[in-house]
């Protein structure tokens, strides 16, 4: 019987790897059993190091002299992706060396599984596929198929992509050592998926496709490409901006508002007008099929976006410019209120800005899929809850903030009981309602703590929420988002130390205005205590209340 091969086949993956250079006589080269130009190299990978190379010739000698697999790790490979594909030739080899078909086959199937870990270990290490991922990826199959045909359930959707890359036929792909152990039946099922595949995959391949903000921007009519530029029915990306869109039925005028700057384009015209001052494109919309397609570049980047294209996946890729380091903290203060309507709070805009299915939850309170249309969400919460119709309103409503806001008001009533004693609180407001005889002695308890800041943070941080809403509404730019919160954020880090200073300063500010009774209660005692609480210790959003921002000069 022969001889079992090393565990090491497994070990030696996961053992410290070693330092040393690799000497120039043990050099990386193919083994014995295969032609040269079918071995692949890893430049750089760890494989090639004096000891773990030193390994692969040990377990290589003992593959050619008739070693079998162990069992244990059979189902696995890990390590680099050089690693795992010595680990991958190693043990197609050593399946060779079975006699019992099924037993082969198995082995053949444990070498798939080393490829294909080899293959997912260079796509995350290059952040892409490339020639020699393709290569692998042809050579996985092959032993799947070795394995039995029915591994894999669409071999089509699974080989062509590659076949395609390597420029590699049907026939090639059976041009292979090893591949005479799969039967002409099993042959013909596999040329006949990967034909059938084919016409889709090529119409696939040459489909337009418009992401947003890395999220697919669905049409009713797809891109099409004219004089080397991308055009497209311009109301989706229109809608997803944020813009407002009318056309005109007689000239098919389209006119595009969006925080306070006009668009219009006119099929046939190769000029835009912004703004009334002529922009000239370099192809003109037209019309196909009751559609007005317009160049999406000229559409995006007239309205502060950056539209980058990629010839490889025939892809639009439309994003905002962005500023992280001055997001940070504008994301931390709009926070809570973002979180409680749905929104991410570790987005700038709280959604992804083109229509999608989002989890919500019902009347009962379970979670289920809907559709969302974000620019028209942040527009609702504006209009009904703030009474924000437009931009010029919001304007408005953020300067009266900045300036007063809700602080002017308990100023207002500090001023009165600040300087009473609770005796005195007691008889004034012995003769009046319930809510004036809690709400005089919290009042001054607030004042003695906070003094001249009063409730500043809810009023800061609701700003940060409004103009985050109002961005994705399309009442703002991200620019001006960023101009307007910044004396928010100053005036945030002169009067708080830290983001839970804030947010309780926030909170205490929320239930003033509520003239809500807390009782013996804090507010880290209230449901919207929790849910701050819940997110600064959340994995998704706890890093963006970094108390860094709070560090002030010669501490």
């Not at 995350?124 to 290569?135: A, S, V």
């Not at 311009?234 to 306070?260: F, H, K, N, S, Y």
């Not at 559709?371 to 300067?399: F, H, M, N, V």
Request: net charge negative.
């Amino acid at each position: 019987m022969k001889r079992s091969l090393s565990l090491l086949l497994t070990l030696f993956l996961i053992l410290p790897l070693c330092p040393a250079a690799l000497g120039a006589a043990e050099g990386p080269s193919a083994p014995g059993w295969m032609g040269a130009e079918d071995y692949l190299l890893f430049p750089g990978d760890p494989v090639y190091r004096a000891e773990n190379w030193g390994r692969i010739l040990s377990l290589r000698r003992e593959a050619e002299e008739g070693g079998l697999l162990p069992q244990e790790g059979r189902d696995w490979a890990e390590g680099s992706p050089g690693q795992c594909y010595e680990t991958a030739l190693i043990r197609r080899r050593c399946a060779e060396n079975y006699t019992d078909d099924l037993e082969a086959r198995s082995a053949f199937l444990a070498a798939g599984r080393a490829f294909a870990a080899a293959e997912s270990g260079l796509y995350d290490q290059n952040r892409g596929r490339d020639e020699t991922y393709y290569r692998i990826s042809v050579e996985k199959y092959r032993c799947y198929l070795i394995y039995h045909v029915e591994y894999i359930s669409d071999w089509g959707r699974a080989l062509v992509p590659a076949l395609d890359a390597l420029g590699m036929t049907t026939e090639e792909f059976f041009q292979a050592p090893h591949m005479d152990r799969v039967g002409e039946p099993d042959k013909a099922r596999v040329a006949a998926e990967i034909n059938a595949y084919w016409d889709f995959y090529i119409g696939e391949k040459s489909r337009l496709t418009i992401y947003l903000d890395d999220t697919l921007l669905q049409m009713d009519a797809q891109p099409q490409v004219k004089d080397q530029r991308t055009m497209a029915p311009i109301r989706a990306i229109a809608e997803a901006l944020g813009a407002e869109v009318e056309w005109d039925p007689v000239t098919w005028q389209v006119t595009m508002t969006r925080a306070g700057s006009t668009v219009s384009m006119t099929p046939g015209q190769t000029t835009a007008w912004v703004d009334g001052k002529p922009v000239e494109m370099d192809v003109a919309p037209y019309a196909d099929q009751n559609r007005t397609y317009f160049p999406v570049r000229y559409a995006a980047e007239l309205f502060g976006q950056t539209v980058t294209w990629n010839a490889a996946q025939r892809r639009v890729d439309i994003t905002q410019p962005r500023q992280e380091d001055r997001e940070a903290p504008l994301l931390a203060m709009g926070a809570l209120l973002g979180f409680l309507e749905g929104g991410d709070p570790a987005r700038f805009g709280f959604y992804p800005r083109p229509p999608h299915l989002a989890l919500v939850r019902n009347e009962y309170g379970v979670p289920e899929s809907r559709p969302l249309e974000p620019a028209k969400k942040c527009r609702d919460l504006l209009s009904q809850s703030w009474e924000i119709p437009d931009r010029e309103t919001l304007l408005l409503t953020l300067k009266a903030l900045l300036e007063e806001g809700h602080t002017q008001d308990f100023l207002a009533a500090a001023q009165e009981v600040k300087d009473l004693s609770p005796r005195e609180i007691a008889r004034l407001t012995e003769k009046l309602g319930e809510t004036d005889q809690y709400m005089w002695p919290w009042t001054k308890e607030l004042w003695e703590k906070w003094g001249e800041t009063g409730i500043r943070a809810w009023d800061l941080c609701r700003v940060a929420t409004l103009v985050q809403w109002g961005y994705t509404a399309g009442y703002v730019t991200y620019s001006e988002a960023l101009e307007l919160l910044e004396p928010a954020v100053q005036e945030l880090q002169e009067n708080f130390g830290s983001w839970d200073q804030v947010y309780e300063n926030f909170l205490e500010g929320y239930y003033w205005c509520l003239r809500a009774d807390l009782g013996e209660k804090t507010v880290w005692d209230t449901d919207l205590g929790a849910v701050y609480q819940y997110l600064k210790n959340s994995p998704d959003t706890r890093t963006l209340f970094d108390d860094g921002m709070f560090a002030h000069e010669g501490e």
